[in-house]
């Protein structure tokens, strides 16, 4: 069975840094491309990054680019997302994706909430 | 930037057809594939993907939802409507090596 087991959310204050993990399990994590994905509460889902399953290529949205860094330990079948200059704006419940193909999400972390606040 | 657009809400009645569209502003077709997804998600749950690459049936879902479409039109069918359906159903674009979602279409039973 896939498993994928978000941690590191919280409380944080603007302008401050956190960093994600997502440990995988249940698939041959070096073969999937994976993938952030967030929700704002009451609000729609916003892809943040993801990268392929070497790591060599990264991609995200112009919202995080040059703050969010998304990499990965093939070794540890941990994924992260650092997260840099917080804003209210990335609170969120950040999801853990991936899937057969790097184009949809099959899988699905439960989520882990990060509040941006003073 | 891809933008799809769907319509916030939709209200149906039990055992008859969900039709969710979703719009885009550029055609997300590529090499005979269109690059279109949809999802499901109720409230306090993570997303399922229910169909991808327009017109394919995830795993496990049942044979009551279907999508079609092409280039700019996509549709997420549910027929028959069924009372664990209420949810939120999103559709996502993935042209590009970018991945944007739709702003979800919330389904209500009548």
């Known amino acids: 069975e896939v498993q994928l087991v978000e941690t590191g959310g919280g409380l944080v204050q603007p302008g401050r840094s956190l960093k994600l993990s997502c440990v995988a399990s249940g698939f041959t994590f070096n073969n999937y491309w994976m993938s952030w994905t967030r929700q704002a509460p009451g609000k729609g889902l916003e892809w943040v990054a993801s990268?392929?399953?070497?790591?060599?290529?990264?991609y995200y949205p112009d919202s995080v680019k040059g703050r969010f860094t998304i990499s990965r330990d093939n070794a540890q079948n941990t994924l992260y997302l650092q997260m840099n200059s917080l804003r209210s704006e990335d609170t969120a419940t950040y999801y853990c994706?991936?899937?057969?193909?790097?184009?949809?999400?099959?899988?699905w972390g439960q989520g882990v909430m990060v509040t941006v606040s003073s | 930037d891809i933008v799809l657009t769907q319509s916030p809400a939709l209200a149906v009645s039990l055992g008859q057809r969900a039709t969710i569209s979703c719009k885009t502003n550029?055609?997300?077709?590529?090499?005979?594939?269109?690059?279109m997804h949809w999802y499901q998600q109720k409230p306090g749950q993570q997303p399922k993907l229910l169909i991808y690459?327009?017109?394919n049936l995830a795993s496990g879902i049942p044979a009551r939802f279907s999508g079609r479409g092409s280039g700019t039109d996509f549709t997420l069918t549910i027929d028959p409507v069924e009372a664990d359906d209420t949810a939120t159903y999103y559709c996502?674009?993935?042209?590009?090596?970018?991945?944007?979602f739709g702003g979800g279409t919330k389904l209500e039973l009548k």
């Open positions: 690459l327009a017109s």
């Open positions: 990268i392929t399953n070497s790591g060599g290529s990264t």
């Open positions: 994706t991936s899937g057969e193909d790097p184009y949809y999400f099959d899988y």
């Open positions: 550029q055609n997300v077709d590529y090499y005979g594939n269109s690059y």
């Open positions: 996502q674009q993935s042209r590009n090596l970018t991945w944007t």
